[in-house]
């Protein structure tokens, strides 16, 4: 039987009252009932969890189980899920990364840049070199970050935001490394942990101000990480001088779970 027009109409009027009450009462989210999340996570070493185990078959991308991206998806029943961070990555394979997001995404992650600072080749010359060297080396990728990486940043995140327009960017820092002074009592000198970290503090810089101006979220996690540095004489979140070695100086599961997923969080819901 054909229900009458005004009828219909009242049904449908009184059925979208419902929903913005419940709604109100937080039992449903519009925006959720209207899409779910189309999430792409793309990125270094950082992002696809090197340091947290659980690698499954991601080969030498190393995308682990406990990384924040794969928790984010976890956490959030009904995303689609696209994971193609990698380990070493830099922002030329960042570009390449970016060639998986369709227009459909509606959030983006990624951390990148390290690597083209010489991240790899800081931590061997401070490990193996004197002070002088690290300090050195140190500020030679503080020079590169500032001076090369920011066109280089500006070119990764024009690219997601001409794939997805309507994506919601959010870029993931780095942490420091160290806490200094600290409670190692061996190891790398204060003077070569204080040079790491300031070039952390560097990185973190130039890629807040990129990110800003392409109207991405900067996310900072040295916060997060901070009493549970290499050295801070509490639970680490940081590998240090470890085996597999590519795996030194990266965040462990709890790392990825406390250090980089709550900050996430606390600017995705």
């Given amino acids: 039987m054909a229900v009458p027009a005004r009828k219909l109409s009242l049904i449908r009027m009184s059925a979208a009252l419902g929903v913005a009450a419940l709604a109100m ?5 519009p925006a959720n009932a209207i899409q779910a999340t189309n999430y792409v996570a793309l990125g270094d070493s950082y992002s696809s969890g090197v340091g947290a185990g659980s690698y499954g078959s991601s080969g030498g991308c190393k995308r682990s189980a406990n990384s924040y991206p794969q928790l984010w998806a976890n956490k959030h029943a009904g995303t689609t899920f696209t994971f193609v961070a990698c380990s070493g990555a830099r922002t030329g394979d960042a570009l390449n990364q970016a060639d998986s997001i369709t227009s ?3 959030l983006v992650t990624i951390s990148i840049g390290g690597n083209d600072a010489g991240f790899t080749d800081v931590i061997t010359k401070c490990t193996l070199g004197s002070d002088q060297d690290c ?3 140190v500020n030679t990728a503080k020079a590169y970050a500032t001076g090369t990486l920011p066109g280089l940043l500006d070119g990764v995140y024009n690219k997601i935001k001409s794939k997805a327009p309507n994506a919601r960017l959010i870029v993931l820092g780095y942490p420091r490394f160290y806490t200094v002074p600290g409670s190692c009592s061996v190891g790398l000198s204060d003077t070569k942990r204080s040079a790491i970290n300031s070039g952390a503090d560097t990185i973190a810089s130039v890629t807040s101000g990129r990110a800003s101006a392409a109207g991405a979220t900067f996310v900072d996690v040295r916060g ?7 050295c801070s004489g509490g639970t680490s979140y ?5 085996w597999p070695v590519d795996e030194s100086y990266h965040p462990t599961a709890l790392g990825q779970s406390n250090g980089y997923y709550p900050p996430l969080a606390s600017v995705t819901g």
């Fill in 135 to 137: 300090v050195n080396r």
């Fill in 238 to 242: 940081l590998n240090s001088l470890t």
């Fill in 104 to 106: 459909a995404a509606t």
């Fill in 25 to 29: 009462l937080g039992v449903v989210s």
């Fill in 224 to 230: 997060s990480f901070t009493g549970h540095n290499i």
